[in-house]
């Protein structure tokens, strides 16, 4: 049987469920710097590459702060995110604006911030003209259509929303320079939680060549190209690691190849992963409060998919630990089901595990991005806490659990008093 290492033991759990009642969140701050190293590592070749974090996979300000602290900025689509970046002192030109459909007033208080606006369409060039007039730097978001495969979570660019065509880059580029923008970005993100290094690669290939097709035909010169985000992480235990630094080698290759004869050097290159930086650096900890034998198996815990909608949503795999029991034999077959009135409330369909009981702890692993951030009130159930382990050791609540308060903040009940 797999076994996934925890930065944690069972004493501290049990110690930590004291004081924070199951289920919470626990993030590893070791863990979050040491990835956020590795991917500036593999990219030190590159002058004033950058890592934008995305802000929608852990929006919480002490993760953001960490993630800070080892250079990165961050990549935001909403105005609360900008606003979350604001106040954890994340200004500039380190928060890259990528959105969609995006509401006018979030490209104002991007705008503000001094963020780099990432534009989605090329009707938002008059968009944001007549929102904020004619910034010093745009980028645009490039969808490769049929000329690119995506992946399964993202789907096919040909049938995303997002971005872009070929064509409309062309147009769009011309007519920025026609109106006075001065520096000039480019973005493109084709997939998700994807596990082939080649894949990236070949991304920069795609936006190296991009950038040399328009300094020829249009005679732009681009400040950096931003390769996306989507690196994915091994959430079965039989998978690997997306190799950062083989990534990080193979795009300076390429960049050998087709940037420096063409005369564009310096060129950056940024990233705007979530994903890989937290995901395997999160835990969801949950206790088992039930078992139920029917047509199938099942054990019940205290968190559901109100916690995490990964699995119920797209049906994805999140590796599961027993405290106290991980070399005991996985030899009962069973699912492991939240408290929600939706049968797709589940964390494991004929999971074999350890033979579990009623106040046994669970670890449900890899939940550090898109896990707490896809949470929701349906059910009247709770969004839980967030606890950060520390680099020393010790552990503190950087959000609390949602309360009945919380819960009924949005509601006027006043018609209704004696
Ligand atoms: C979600 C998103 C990301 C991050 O994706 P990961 O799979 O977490 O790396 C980056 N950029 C954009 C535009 C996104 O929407």
Known sequence: MALKPLPFDEALIRELTRTYPTPFYIYDERGIRNRARELSAAFAWCD???????????????????????????????????????????????IMFTSNDTPAREYVKAH???????????????????LVGVPDLLSFRYNPGPLREGNRIIGRPEEAKYGLTREQLFEGYA????????????????????????????????????????????????????????????????????????????????????????????????MENGRVITGPFGYLVTQAIHEKHIYKDYVGVDACMANLMRPGMYGAYHHI?????????????????????????????????????????????DVGAHGHAMGFQYNGKLRSAELLLREDGTVEQIRRAETLDDYFATLDFSPFQP
């Open 321 to 365: 630990t027993v405290l106290g029991k991980e070399d005991a034999p996985h030899d009962t077959k069973v699912d492991v089901v939240g408290s929600l009135c939706e049968n797709n409330d589940k964390f494991a369909v004929d999971r074999w595990l350890p033979k579990i009981e009623r106040g046994d702890i669970l670890v449900i692993h």
């Open 175 to 270: 007519r920025l320079k026609r109106m006075g923008v001065q520096r000039f970005g480019l973005h493109t993100m084709v997939v998700s939680n994807e596990l082939n290094a080649d894949f990236f690669i070949e991304t920069a290939r795609m936006l190296f060549e991009l950038a040399v097709e328009l300094a020829e035909r249009l005679e732009i010169r681009l400040e950096f190209v931003n390769l996306g985000g989507g690196i994915g992480i091994p959430y079965r235990p039989e998978e690997k690691p997306v190799d950062l630094r083989y990534v990080g080698s193979g795009v300076e290759r390429l960049y050998g190849e087709l940037i420096r004869p063409a005369g564009l050097h310096p060129l950056k290159v940024f």
């Open 48 to 94: 004033g590459f950058r890592e934008f974090f995305a802000v929608k996979a852990t929006p919480n300000p002490h993760i953001l702060h960490i993630l800070h602290e080892e250079g990165c900025g961050a990549d935001c689509s909403s105005l609360p995110e900008l606003v979350l970046c604001e106040r954890v002192g994340i200004r500039g030109e380190e």
């Open 112 to 130: 503000q911030l001094g963020a780099i606006l990432n534009l989605d369409d090329i009707t938002h060039i008059d968009f944001v003209e007549e």
